[in-house]
């Protein structure tokens, strides 16, 4: 009885479990890549995924971004990255990828 109500309350007085990213799914916007990557803790996913633009000079730079979001399904979680991620480039813009980072959170 213990054990379930540790559980149901989560204290399980252990080491608590790291999210673990799942395989997510891409989508190309603005000329850049959306990737949905998001993050299974225990039994939902954090919503995270990642921005990707190859630049003139043929790099890449890569934005990630985590939120405090939480899902039940992975294919919630995967939709709301993807409308994350399109949200994140038409608010910034020319300025997600302006600075000399190759890879940064936003």
């Avoid at 479990?17 to 990737?35: M, S, W």
């Avoid at 998001?38 to 939902?44: F, L």
Wanted: charged fraction near 30%.
């Amino acid at each position: 009885m213990a054990s379930f109500l540790s559980k149901l309350f989560g204290f399980s007085g252990g080491p608590e479990k790291q999210a673990e990213p799942v395989a997510g799914k891409t989508e190309t916007y603005a000329d850049c890549l959306i990737r949905a990557t998001p993050m299974r803790e225990g039994a939902q996913f954090r919503l995270a995924g990642s921005i990707e633009k190859t630049m003139p000079d043929g790099g890449t730079k890569v934005r990630n971004f985590i939120r405090a979001d939480l899902f039940t399904t992975e294919q919630d979680a995967i939709d709301s990255a993807l409308r994350k991620g399109r949200q994140i480039i038409d608010e910034q813009r020319a300025a997600l990828f302006s600075d000399e980072a190759q890879s940064r959170s936003v």
